[in-house]
């Protein structure tokens, strides 16, 4: 993939005169290097001595220099910049340590090819619209997207634009990118079975944010475990991947189903909500009722009992997205799909 | 404040011919609208019927129209975004919710004045060299900083700059800025008090990210609260707002005076930690040692008993600082300190 129409740049005329701007030459003559210095100086290239930093450093203030990347990134077609975007960031940045860590995973593999993260957020109808004026507008030469939702609208932008995108999951209605995926359809089957060889009879789950792929996959591989012993009116869904999410419907598993003596929640998150919820009822993780989670984030390790999960390795699904992305920056082959591993964790919850 | 100095828009010629780039005028034909309704719409302005939104849209993917928001904000001399630096992300993405919620404050006001959040995240020498020239090059119009260290390389490149900003906290060498803060100090100073009246005669503190503003003073107001009681081996500093942070030194301090029967942590996720090691040391909260924090973030709702803590407003030290910043680029007046409300909230830890 490349950049959408390559285009001629135009002259542009401004309204009023202004001052001159000061250049690389005004720089060059106040520090007392050449030009090609000040020039390896402001496309941050090594071979800089601290000694000519310094002095480009003070004339750049006495001349009142702006090194002017945006004209550069006009004629390069690029900003050295990649988008993160987010959505759902009050339960991503509040309840979900995994965000953090696939946001400082990509981070680290974009710093080391020199380009700079811009996380974008998405949290209401007039954020897609800027967010999509704003990917148009060449500030960033490439996009990570994670928990989009199916047939998002941020999708259908990154694709009309022909930007250079990697997925973390895979969203119905994003298929011409690239993506990077665990199994959660197996890891889920995994874990169910888990539990269920632990004796239990009456297993539910607290099914989250169906609408994504993670979400729906997560049901799909308990269902698939139970086999004929899955019983809808086990499965409880919640609109987020969130603690209190988890703490409501276990409550409502609770009033339903009373005999309910195991629960695959869809997240860490859901899972200590849950077991709060089965605390303030008066039932003993695990005695009474075996609780396993997803994710194997912060959560897990701060829940009484230890919470078994399946462990995804969140900065790896972010590292290997922006691998993604500056694979098609360099002119490599088109979309690919990465799965990474994942394995179950089993601690003392279940 | 302004952007540093305007500078002349110089024609720059590209080494190839390239096709030629549809146009405004192009889009307009094939929509069926006029060229003033497709610039509104490429400007984000309101009063495009749906219709017409629609058609003009159809007509960009049909033409391969990009709007050249990059010429247009050499011209006009913005981006129309605004950056939003993070240092010390791990402790913040991971450990900290706070900082999800001053980032979601700061999006909604900048959403609501139509300007696009670009979250840069410092992690690392590179990152600040990388987001200084990032900074430099007009991609952000202005940025909002937050758990800047004193004398952060950030501050100075942003001070060079002349770029309008707006800090959460007051880091010392930061001096030209606007400001957002809470009363750390006086805020410590009355949570530790409240403390004392309980009666415990041994308080201790496990201080945090002392070369912070927000770490100093709460260490300065513990040590004011306690006045001639003040004991300076009941102090173990730790470098992160962090639950591990937390756990180990309530560990140290245990060891070293094993009297202690009160605890101020310097943030909820501290405390959390302290009280995971207090519970491993078989020391009960509260009736043994009294344990208070500071934040009112979601960990302080999840300990068990629930933590007496200070609240502070996240999400309002997030818009406020959008706010000066959108001040700034409005051309009001310069430097602004803004202090909010905090209040102490007392439940079951102490």
Redesign the interface.
């Given at each position: 993939m490349s950049s959408?129409?390559?285009?001629?740049?135009?002259?542009?005329?401004?309204p009023t005169?202004?001052?001159?701007?000061?250049t690389v030459h005004d720089v060059a003559v106040e520090a007392g290097v050449s030009r090609g210095t000040v020039s390896r100086y402001v496309n941050?290239e090594r071979y800089v001595s601290a000694s000519a930093r310094e002095a480009i450093?003070a004339a750049?203030?006495k001349v009142?220099?702006?090194?002017?990347?945006?004209?550069r990134?006009?004629?390069m077609q690029r900003?050295?910049?990649v988008?993160f975007i987010v959505h759902e960031?009050?339960s991503?940045?509040?309840?979900d340590?995994n965000?953090?860590?696939i946001?400082?995973g990509a981070?680290?593999a974009l710093?080391?090819a020199?380009y700079?993260?811009?996380?974008?957020?998405v949290?209401?109808e007039?954020?897609t619209?800027?967010?999509a004026?704003?990917l148009?507008?060449?500030?960033v030469d490439g996009v990570i997207i994670v928990s989009a939702r199916a047939y998002d609208p941020i999708s259908r932008v990154v694709e009309?634009?022909n930007l250079p995108a990697a997925y973390v999951g895979h969203p119905p209605g994003a298929s011409t990118a690239s993506f990077v995926t665990i199994d959660n359809r197996g890891s889920a089957r995994a874990i169910t079975e888990r539990l269920a060889a632990t004796g239990r009879r009456r297993i539910g789950m607290i099914a989250a944010a169906l609408d994504r792929d993670s979400g729906a996959d997560r049901l799909a591989g308990f269902t698939e475990a139970l086999g004929d012993r899955f019983d809808e009116r086990l499965v409880e869904p919640v609109a987020l991947y969130s603690?209190s999410a988890g703490r409501d419907a276990m409550q409502a598993l609770l009033e339903r189903a009373p005999d309910v003596d195991g629960v695959f929640a869809a997240s860490d998150a859901v899972a200590?909500g849950a077991m709060?919820a089965l605390r303030a009822a008066g039932r003993r993780v695990p005695d009474d009722v075996g609780v396993v989670g997803f994710d194997d984030s912060?959560w897990a390790k701060?829940t009484l009992p230890g919470l078994s999960t399946v462990r995804q390795p969140a900065a790896g699904l972010g590292r290997q997205a922006a691998l993604l992305v500056l694979g098609q920056l360099r002119g490599e082959a088109g979309a690919q799909e990465v799965q990474l591993e994942s394995e179950v964790v089993w601690r003392d919850s279940a």
């Amino acid at each position: 993939m490349s950049s959408a129409s390559p285009s001629t740049v135009s002259l542009v005329t401004t309204p009023t005169p202004r001052p001159k701007r000061a250049t690389v030459h005004d720089v060059a003559v106040e520090a007392g290097v050449s030009r090609g210095t000040v020039s390896r100086y402001v496309n941050g290239e090594r071979y800089v001595s601290a000694s000519a930093r310094e002095a480009i450093e003070a004339a750049i203030l006495k001349v009142g220099y702006v090194p002017n990347t945006a004209a550069r990134n006009l004629v390069m077609q690029r900003s050295q910049a990649v988008g993160f975007i987010v959505h759902e960031p009050h339960s991503l940045f509040v309840e979900d340590p995994n965000i953090g860590e696939i946001l400082l995973g990509a981070n680290t593999a974009l710093s080391e090819a020199d380009y700079q993260m811009a996380v974008l957020i998405v949290d209401s109808e007039r954020d897609t619209e800027r967010v999509a004026r704003y990917l148009s507008g060449g500030l960033v030469d490439g996009v990570i997207i994670v928990s989009a939702r199916a047939y998002d609208p941020i999708s259908r932008v990154v694709e009309r634009l022909n930007l250079p995108a990697a997925y973390v999951g895979h969203p119905p209605g994003a298929s011409t990118a690239s993506f990077v995926t665990i199994d959660n359809r197996g890891s889920a089957r995994a874990i169910t079975e888990r539990l269920a060889a632990t004796g239990r009879r009456r297993i539910g789950m607290i099914a989250a944010a169906l609408d994504r792929d993670s979400g729906a996959d997560r049901l799909a591989g308990f269902t698939e475990a139970l086999g004929d012993r899955f019983d809808e009116r086990l499965v409880e869904p919640v609109a987020l991947y969130s603690y209190s999410a988890g703490r409501d419907a276990m409550q409502a598993l609770l009033e339903r189903a009373p005999d309910v003596d195991g629960v695959f929640a869809a997240s860490d998150a859901v899972a200590a909500g849950a077991m709060e919820a089965l605390r303030a009822a008066g039932r003993r993780v695990p005695d009474d009722v075996g609780v396993v989670g997803f994710d194997d984030s912060a959560w897990a390790k701060r829940t009484l009992p230890g919470l078994s999960t399946v462990r995804q390795p969140a900065a790896g699904l972010g590292r290997q997205a922006a691998l993604l992305v500056l694979g098609q920056l360099r002119g490599e082959a088109g979309a690919q799909e990465v799965q990474l591993e994942s394995e179950v964790v089993w601690r003392d919850s279940a």
